[in-house]
């Protein structure tokens, strides 16, 4: 099963923002698309490149000459070094889908509380201040 991480507080990743994180030893970059979190592996598959540097960029498509739709704004990544396109949701490549992908990482929102919280509860005591003296009742 994996660790979880920390890595940011949603406040510091904006729509259409990215960060740049470190996870058991893995870089990792993490999307915010429209409020949905998504993470890749910093490290392109075909060179290494590293995606956290790469334009955000969408998809065009054409159902006959002249005819253009441009789809997707902001949810593929291009590669820094040679271009290569990657589907922030997915991984895939735009190239060869099947075969070429960046890997992915689960990611969740929690509240704080509930990661504070954690498996461990200390004992705790009922503290009083009688006449300017903490009582303490064990």
Same mark, same amino acid.
Not at 22 to 25: F, H, N
């Given at each position: 099963? /994996?660790?979880?991480?920390?890595?940011? /507080?949603?406040?510091?990743?904006?729509p259409g923002g990215r960060k740049l994180v470190? /996870?058991?030893?893995r870089a990792i970059v993490v999307f915010n #698309?429209?409020? %949905?979190? $998504? /993470? #890749?592996a910093n490290r392109c598959p075909h060179r290494g490149? +590293?995606?956290?540097?790469? #334009?955000?960029?969408?998809?065009?498509?054409?159902? %006959?000459?002249?005819?253009y739709e441009y789809i997707r704004q902001g949810e593929i990544v291009r590669c820094p070094w040679h271009n290569w396109e $990657? +589907?922030?949701?997915?991984?895939?490549s735009w190239c060869d889908p099947e075969k070429v992908k960046a890997r992915r990482f689960g990611v969740s929102v929690e509240k704080g509380a509930k990661l504070i919280e954690g498996p461990y509860v200390a004992e705790t005591f009922k503290v009083s201040v009688e006449n300017d003296y903490v009582v303490v009742e064990a």
């Open positions: 099963m /994996a660790k979880k991480h920390v890595v940011a /507080a949603v406040s510091e990743l904006p470190e /996870a058991s030893g #698309l429209g409020g %949905e979190y $998504f /993470a #890749l490149g +590293d995606l956290s540097k790469g #334009l955000l960029t969408g998809l065009v498509l054409s159902g %006959e000459p002249g005819e $990657f +589907d922030i949701r997915t991984g895939k």
